[in-house]
């Protein structure tokens, strides 16, 4: 299919028998999954498709869980009782299960906003950002993540990246760049930097007429509206190379040239390379930045403090390196104690945080009290889910009314009322949101009898549960579970810990997104 004209009649026929757990031969499989690579119109066909299954998945294969959370000892079954998955919902839930991991297609975590980009064959990571801007339908990458082959695209704002070679490369936008190898970009429009230390040596910034080739330390380049390329040499020497590997020209520190006229003909220009943005302006640009966030950030976390439906608010300001009380911003609201976790800096400069790192680490808590609804929300970092269950917050216990909230090491989010009703989601959280911010809430409405699981702002999970029970809390803990009556358990997480919010209300969709937009540090 890939090279052709697209076949909607091929490839509905071809989804639907993979949908159906049929086995697709290889010729087939790869007509699926060049037409999904090749066709914008594809892509959206799957994405709809998968997100559809996995809504039945969810809905009526085990997805909704009322009985416990994974590890709990569940209730027995009544007697002549029969399990809830009917033969035709297994299999679609075998389909389903089939096709996530039988397909090598990454295109499952889009959502409406645009592609989520594939972090998991990095050969860059983005390093540091300021006011980028991307295009409606291009991969929007985040500070921290680990860059994929592919196109690099961005409207403005200013990105800095750092090859695994030891290359670094601040763009300016507009600017798009394809990311090749470890070691290679093409530059296809826009102005950039490199700076090219020892170990990166040889480092390529390809144009469209010639290759640039760094034997260190620092150049720049750009590839003007009429298609032209500049090159200036700031510090060291480079090579300029035709597409055959043929050495054109050596430029040491203070040349420029541009490419000019037909053929390969090299007009020296003024230097101009004081006048493209480097390392250095990027990072202060990025503090600034920063600090700006910081300060709108303050601003807005007082509605917290000030609700009164807010039990605990744990905003990590105004704390000393040596405090072992985590101060409640609800004036009226429990404190927390700090046992073994060690103060960080949090999602920006001047912004404190807590790290867990070894098994002992966690925040005891003691709330007292019953409620009919809740919300919790959590700035987080993880370093590893290194637990079959990760503790975000839980009781001491699992009895009737009590809450548990977790990651599972396979990034599926957990959240569970003891005789009310669980919730699990579909994995959410791969190797790619590890050493990233990430906002998680959960939301438990009691007069909808729902649950919902969000993820930096979104909605990606929801069911209704059928147990009664008002919600009680009790002796409790972050990062860690300090199990009552059952058989000791390790939950220890391993991350950072920058907000905490616990309310005796369930939020709206609105409110969650607002919670995770004010606070995203990087916006």
Not at 237 to 253: F, H, M, P, W, Y
Not at 339 to 349: D, I
Not at 493 to 501: A, C
């Given at each position: 299919?890939?090279?052709?004209?697209?076949?909607?009649?091929?490839?509905?026929?071809?989804?639907?028998?993979?949908?159906?757990?049929?086995?697709?031969?290889?010729?087939?499989?790869?007509?699926?999954?060049?037409?999904?690579?090749?066709?914008?119109?594809?892509?959206?066909?799957?994405r709809?498709?998968?997100d559809?299954?996995?809504?039945?998945?969810?809905?009526?294969?085990?997805?909704?869980?009322?009985?416990g959370?994974?590890?709990?000892?569940?209730?027995?079954?009544?007697?002549?009782?029969?399990?809830?998955?009917?033969?035709?919902?297994?299999?679609?839930?075998?389909?389903?299960?089939?096709?996530?991991?039988?397909?090598?297609?990454?295109?499952?975590?889009?959502s409406?906003?645009?592609?989520?980009p594939?972090?998991?064959?990095?050969?860059?990571?983005?390093?540091?950002?300021?006011?980028?801007?991307?295009?409606?339908?291009?991969?929007?990458?985040?500070?921290?993540?680990?860059?994929?082959?592919?196109?690099?695209?961005?409207?403005?704002?200013?990105?800095?990246?750092?090859?695994?070679?030891?290359?670094?490369?601040?763009?300016?936008?507009?600017?798009?760049?394809?990311?090749?190898?470890?070691?290679?970009?093409?530059?296809?429009?826009?102005?950039?930097?490199?700076?090219?230390?020892?170990?990166?040596?040889g480092?390529?910034?390809?144009?469209?007429?010639?290759?640039?080739?760094?034997?260190?330390?620092?150049?720049?380049?750009?590839?003007?509206?009429?298609?032209?390329?500049?090159?200036?040499?700031?510090?060291?020497?480079?090579?300029?190379?035709?597409?055959?590997?043929?050495?054109?020209?050596?430029?040491?520190?203070?040349?420029?040239?541009?490419?000019?006229?037909p053929?390969?003909?090299?007009?020296?220009?003024?230097?101009?390379?004081?006048t493209?943005?480097g390392?250095?302006?990027?990072?202060r640009?990025s503090?600034?930045?920063?600090?700006?966030?910081?300060?709108?950030?303050?601003?807005?976390?007082?509605?917290?403090a000030?609700?009164?439906?807010?039990?605990?608010?744990?905003d990590f300001?105004?704390?000393?390196?040596?405090?072992r009380?985590?101060?409640?911003?609800?004036p009226?609201?429990?404190?927390?104690?700090?046992?073994?976790?060690?103060?960080?800096?949090?999602?920006?400069?001047?912004?404190?945080?807590?790290?867990?790192?070894?098994?002992?680490?966690?925040?005891?808590?003691?709330?007292?009290?019953?409620?009919?609804?809740?919300?919790?929300?959590?700035?987080?970092?993880?370093e590893?889910?290194?637990?079959?269950?990760?503790?975000?917050?839980?009781?001491?216990?699992?009895?009737?009314?009590?809450?548990?909230?977790?990651?599972?090491?396979?990034?599926?989010?957990?959240?569970?009322?003891?005789?009310?009703?669980?919730?699990?989601?579909?994995?959410?959280?791969?190797?790619?949101d590890?050493?990233?911010?990430?906002?998680?809430?959960?939301?438990?409405?009691?007069?909808?009898?729902?649950?919902?699981?969000y993820?930096?702002?979104?909605?990606?999970?929801?069911?209704?549960?059928?147990?009664?029970?008002?919600?009680?809390?009790?002796?409790?803990?972050?990062?860690?579970?300090?199990?009552?009556e059952?058989?000791?358990?390790?939950?220890?997480?391993?991350?950072?810990?920058?907000?905490?919010?616990?309310?005796?209300r369930?939020?709206?969709?609105?409110?969650?997104?607002?919670?995770?937009?004010?606070?995203?540090?990087?916006?």
């Open positions: 299919m890939s090279g052709d004209p697209f076949d909607r009649k091929q490839f509905l026929h071809l989804l639907s028998a993979l949908m159906d757990g049929g086995q697709l031969g290889e010729a087939d499989r790869e007509l699926l999954n060049g037409a999904v690579r090749d066709f914008p119109e594809a892509r959206d066909l799957y709809r498709h998968m559809l299954h996995a809504r039945l998945h969810l809905d009526y294969s085990g997805g909704l869980a009322p009985e959370m994974p590890g709990e000892a569940p209730k027995q079954d009544k007697p002549g009782s029969t399990s809830r998955l009917s033969p035709p919902v297994l299999a679609i839930a075998a389909a389903l299960v089939a096709t996530l991991f039988t397909t090598s297609i990454f295109l499952l975590n889009q409406d906003s645009g592609t989520v594939d972090t998991t064959n990095g050969i860059a990571v983005l390093s540091e950002s300021v006011g980028l801007e991307w295009p409606e339908s291009a991969p929007k990458w985040q500070r921290g993540d680990a860059i994929a082959p592919g196109l690099f695209e961005i409207e403005s704002g200013f990105a800095q990246i750092e090859f695994f070679c030891g290359a670094t490369v601040v763009v300016e936008g507009p600017a798009k760049l394809e990311m090749v190898s470890v070691s290679k970009a093409v530059l296809h429009k826009g102005r950039l930097s490199a700076f090219v230390p020892e170990p990166a040596k480092f390529v910034i390809a144009g469209p007429e010639f290759d640039t080739v760094d034997l260190g330390t620092e150049f720049a380049m750009s590839i003007n509206d009429d298609g032209k390329s500049e090159v200036h040499v700031l510090d060291g020497e480079v090579e300029l190379r035709d597409k055959q590997g043929s050495l054109l020209r050596q430029l040491t520190a203070g040349k420029s040239v541009k490419h000019d006229g053929g390969l003909n090299l007009l020296e220009i003024e230097g101009q390379g004081q493209f943005a390392r250095e302006q990027v990072v640009m503090g600034q930045r920063g600090e700006s966030r910081l300060s709108e950030w303050r601003r807005y976390r007082h509605k917290f000030d609700d009164a439906d807010t039990i605990v608010y744990f300001e105004d704390h000393a390196m040596w405090d009380q985590l101060h409640n911003a609800r009226d609201g429990p404190d927390g104690a700090i046992v073994g976790a060690r103060w960080v800096t949090g999602r920006w400069p001047g912004k404190g945080a807590i790290e867990f790192k070894r098994v002992s680490d966690r925040v005891r808590l003691d709330i007292p009290g019953e409620y009919r609804s809740l919300t919790l929300a959590a700035w987080i970092r993880i590893g889910l290194d637990r079959r269950y990760n503790a975000l917050f839980l009781t001491d216990g699992w009895h009737k009314g009590e809450p548990h909230w977790h990651i599972g090491n396979n990034g599926q989010l957990s959240f569970g009322i003891s005789r009310v009703g669980t919730l699990h989601t579909e994995p959410l959280l791969d190797s790619g590890l050493g990233r911010w990430l906002h998680l809430a959960v939301t438990f409405d009691d007069i909808t009898r729902e649950i919902r699981h993820r930096d702002g979104k909605l990606m999970s929801k069911a209704a549960v059928s147990g009664e029970a008002p919600i009680t809390i009790g002796a409790s803990e972050i990062g860690n579970w300090q199990p009552g059952a058989a000791a358990r390790v939950r220890s997480f391993n991350g950072r810990l920058d907000e905490f919010l616990l309310s005796k369930a939020f709206t969709s609105d409110e969650i997104y607002d919670h995770y937009i004010n606070g995203d540090p990087y916006r």
